[in-house]
């Protein structure tokens, strides 16, 4: 299991496009569970409309976490695109 800690940097809550990129990026690990804790509830990073509910926002602490076969290569994927699309 590898997982990371991110502080949210951006100036509105996830909304659809960065939110619909890392799903989509997520989901290109078929057999890796990627997942975002914010507080008290965890996710799967390739479902949309929960990782949406999540309503994480500028100066939010979120925990990702990626357990299986490319678990390295998805956190660092995921940890790209959090930092290139939510600036």
Known sequence: MQQFTYIVRCATVLHARPA??????????????????????????????NLMSLAISNGDEIIVTAEGPDEDEAIATIKNVLEGSLK
């Open 20 to 49: 619909g990129q890392l799903a989509r990026a997520a989901k290109s690990y078929k057999d890796t569970v990627i997942t975002i804790t914010k507080g008290d509830r965890t996710v799967k990073v390739s479902q949309l409309l």
